[in-house]
């Protein structure tokens, strides 16, 4: 399993999922800064996921993409 999954798994947990995820993969991509590795990763990941999970990852990619509100951008 991979610290994505990890994170993901851990994320669920928790009142809103999306915005804690978000928090991890923010933390991860200010240590490594490849943004597109960050991206490959989780749509990589997605083929594994519940639908709950993979929707929390695809509001997390919204948020690198950028479609979302500017403050909520990573």
Same mark, same amino acid.
């Given at each position: 399993?991979?610290? =994505?999954?990890?994170?993901l798994?851990?994320?669920?947990? &928790?009142?809103?999922?999306? +915005?804690? $995820? ?9 240590? $490594?800064?490849? @943004? ?5 990763? +989780?749509?990589? =990941? @997605? *083929?594994?996921?519940?639908? @709950?999970?993979?929707?929390?990852? =695809?509001?997390? +990619?919204? $948020?690198?993409? &950028?479609w *979302?509100?500017?403050? $909520?951008? +990573?």
């Amino acid at each position: 399993m991979t610290d =994505l999954q990890i994170e993901l798994q851990s994320s669920m947990l &928790g009142a809103n999922p999306a +915005l804690a $995820f978000r928090a991890y993969v923010e933390a991860r991509l200010l240590q $490594f800064g490849d @943004r597109t590795a960050l991206i490959d990763q +989780l749509e990589r =990941l @997605r *083929c594994d996921l519940t639908e @709950r999970e993979e929707d929390v990852v =695809l509001e997390v +990619l919204d $948020f690198l993409h &950028g479609w *979302c509100r500017p403050e $909520f951008k +990573l």
